[in-house]
T-cell receptor, first 114, second 112 residues
Framework: DTAVSQTPKYLVTQMGNDKSIKCEQN?????MYWYKQDSKKFLKIMFS???????INETVPNRFSPKSPDKAHLNLHINSLELGDSAVYFC?????????????FGDGTRLSIL | GQQLNQSPQSMFIQEGEDVSMNCTSS?????WLWYKQEPGEGPVLLIA?????ELTSNGRLTAQFGITRKDSFLNISASIPSDVGIYFC????????????FGTGTRLQVTL
């Protein structure tokens, strides 16, 4: 029944590794997003996809590569993990990519880099 | 990148008290949204505001879209323990594609 679900919930790994986070939404929405929340709880958008197409890329390092196999899924792959990548990553979705659409968030993936 | 300033940063109140918090920006937004985040969970939408001057309620919550389009306010009446959490404002871009800019958050603690 979960509207926006992310896996894994927790991810602990070493610096330099490559990891992926998966997101799925069952709301029938066209648009999905990735956000990063830092240790001070500041939330910042990273990417948005509309119907599998990239709409927003907020100057995120190339080590981060989103992939949307279909409009219900948006995965995030991170190469060569760095200490500064430690954060909570949230997936969200909205009905469309148009301004003003409320976004629904998942419960986050807590990434810790050792 | 741009950041919205929320105040106060944190509040400690007693159950039954009313709460007011606000959010200010140097830029205008077409939409203001208020979210609540509880520990271990993602933000949950509380109220969405679409028009300058608009006042909208959701139960004990009331929010207003500032006339200048650069600010928004959230009030919670008769607070209860489950109101505990971090409250975020978010402004949506004036462009076509949605791009939320979040505030710094107001952390609310309610004591019995």
């Amino acid at each position: 029944d979960t509207a926006v679900s992310q896996t894994p919930k927790y991810l602990v790994t070493q610096m330099g590794n490559d990891k992926s986070i998966k997101c799925e939404q069952n709301l029938g929405h066209d648009t999905m997003y990735w956000y990063k929340q830092d240790s001070k709880k500041f939330l910042k958008i990273m990417f948005s996809y509309n119907n599998k197409e990239l709409i927003i890329n907020e100057t995120v390092p190339n080590r981060f590569s989103p992939k949307s196999p279909d409009k219900a899924h948006l995965n995030l792959h991170i190469n060569s993990l760095e200490l500064g990548d430690s954060a909570v990553y949230f997936c969200a979705s909205s009905r469309s990519h148009l301004q003003g659409q409320p976004q629904h968030f998942g419960d986050g993936t807590r990434l810790s880099i050792l | 990148g741009q950041q919205l300033n929320q105040s106060p940063q944190s509040m400690f109140i007693q159950e039954g008290e009313d709460v007011s918090m606000n959010c200010t920006s140097s830029s205008i937004f077409n939409t203001w949204l208020w979210y609540k985040q509880e520990p271990g969970e993602g933000p949950v939408l509380l109220i969405a505001l679409y028009k300058a001057g608009e006042l909208t309620s959701n139960g004990r919550l009331t929010a207003q879209f500032g006339i200048t389009r650069k600010d928004s306010f959230l009030n919670i009446s008769a607070s209860i323990p489950s109101d505990v959490g971090i409250y975020f404002c978010a402004g949506d871009t004036t462009g076509t594609a949605s791009k939320l800019t979040f505030g710094t958050g107001t952390r609310l603690q309610v004591t019995l």
